[in-house]
């Protein structure tokens, strides 16, 4: 058997893979392609969070806000069954100050009438652990020393609702930051800073455009949101409205789908009178 087996690995020995592997350079631009594809699918948009936390930014919310799940990696893991869908949980905080911002989380009495249930969403994954970081290497005029508040931000929550099935599927998603004493308005700046900044930003994906639709909904300070994601292969944009709501020193971002103006400012009101 030992001689076998000698002959067998002196035929293999030396034999090339059956094709070479990637360029280091090609491998790196592959990564960053799918990191800007997964923000922008989320957080463009996708806001990514997760009710463990929200990936904002790269939140990132999910591409499919009814929280269908997408297709699963074909190759075969060992999981244990979940019976019970997961409870929102707080993310990990910043390092730097404690603090903890999950007492500003909508709850499912907030959201009206429905059989609201929280599911996983996806976390923040930029840097920035800011919604609006998913911009970081989409936008060439962000970068993050341009915006002060997020070398002050203590912590951040997510939690996302759904309610219903399939087709008829309704959601909610909410991410809350606290920031330290003073700086939850230099925050609400910084949200209309990097709007100016990269409103319209061009990239190898999809083409997004956020405006300012309307301020003063709800809170002490507080904006409207319109931002339209238009895939490579269309000419018609995905519309998603998102309110940014500031009460003291904190700030949260809600969500809505189907993604109506309406629904988004009445949660952005019931959103403040949490974090009041």
Same mark, same amino acid.
């Given at each position: 058997m030992?001689?076998?087996?000698?002959?067998?690995?002196?035929?293999i =020995?030396?034999?090339?893979?059956?094709?070479d592997?990637?360029?280091?350079?090609?491998?790196?631009r592959r990564g960053?392609?799918? &990191?800007?594809?997964?923000?922008?699918?989320?957080?463009?948009?996708?806001?990514?969070v997760t009710t463990a936390?929200?990936?904002?930014?790269a939140?990132?919310?999910?591409?499919?806000?009814?929280?269908?799940?997408?297709p699963?990696?074909? !190759?075969?893991?060992a &999981?244990? *069954?979940? *019976? !019970?869908?997961?409870?929102?949980?707080?993310s990990?905080s910043?390092?730097?100050? !404690?603090?903890?911002?999950?007492?500003?989380?909508?709850?499912?009495g #907030?959201l009206?009438p429905?059989?609201?249930?929280?599911?996983?969403?996806?976390?923040?994954?930029?840097?920035?652990?800011?919604?609006?970081?998913?911009w970081?290497?989409?936008?060439?005029a962000?970068?993050?020393?341009?915006?002060?508040?997020?070398?002050?931000?203590?912590s951040?929550? !997510?939690?996302?609702? =759904?309610s219903?099935?399939? #087709?008829?599927?309704?959601s909610?998603?909410?991410?809350v930051?606290?920031?330290?004493?003073?700086w939850?308005d230099?925050n609400?700046?910084?949200?209309r800073?990097?709007?100016?900044?990269?409103?319209?930003?061009?990239?190898d994906?999809?083409?997004i455009r $956020?405006t300012?639709v309307?301020?003063g909904?709800?809170?002490?300070?507080?904006?409207?949101l319109?931002?339209?994601q238009?895939p490579a292969?269309?000419?018609?944009?995905? $519309?998603?409205?998102?309110?940014?709501v500031?009460?003291? #020193?904190?700030?949260?971002?809600?969500?809505?789908?189907?993604?109506d103006?309406? =629904?988004?400012?009445?949660l952005?009101?019931?959103?403040?009178?949490r974090?009041?």
């Amino acid at each position: 058997m030992s001689d076998q087996l000698d002959t067998l690995f002196a035929g293999i =020995r030396g034999a090339r893979p059956p094709a070479d592997f990637a360029a280091a350079e090609q491998v790196r631009r592959r990564g960053r392609q799918r &990191t800007r594809r997964t923000a922008l699918a989320a957080g463009a948009g996708v806001l990514a969070v997760t009710t463990a936390a929200a990936g904002l930014g790269a939140i990132v919310w999910p591409s499919r806000p009814d929280g269908v799940a997408p297709p699963a990696d074909p !190759t075969p893991t060992a &999981t244990a *069954p979940s *019976p !019970t869908p997961p409870t929102p949980t707080p993310s990990p905080s910043r390092p730097g100050p !404690t603090g903890n911002a999950a007492g500003g989380l909508l709850q499912p009495g #907030d959201l009206g009438p429905g059989t609201w249930r929280p599911f996983e969403a996806e976390q923040i994954q930029n840097p920035d652990r800011w919604f609006w970081g998913f911009w970081d290497g989409v936008c060439a005029a962000y970068r993050s020393d341009l915006f002060p508040s997020l070398r002050h931000q203590d912590s951040v929550d !997510t939690v996302a609702y =759904r309610s219903g099935n399939g #087709d008829a599927a309704t959601s909610a998603f909410q991410i809350v930051e606290r920031y330290e004493t003073g700086w939850g308005d230099g925050n609400l700046d910084d949200v209309r800073a990097v709007v100016d900044r990269c409103g319209t930003a061009a990239t190898d994906g999809p083409a997004i455009r $956020v405006t300012v639709v309307d301020t003063g909904i709800a809170g002490d300070e507080s904006v409207l949101l319109k931002q339209e994601q238009t895939p490579a292969d269309s000419t018609e944009p995905q $519309v998603d409205y998102i309110a940014v709501v500031r009460v003291g #020193d904190l700030v949260t971002t809600v969500r809505a789908y189907p993604s109506d103006p309406d =629904r988004v400012r009445d949660l952005a009101v019931r959103a403040a009178v949490r974090l009041g």
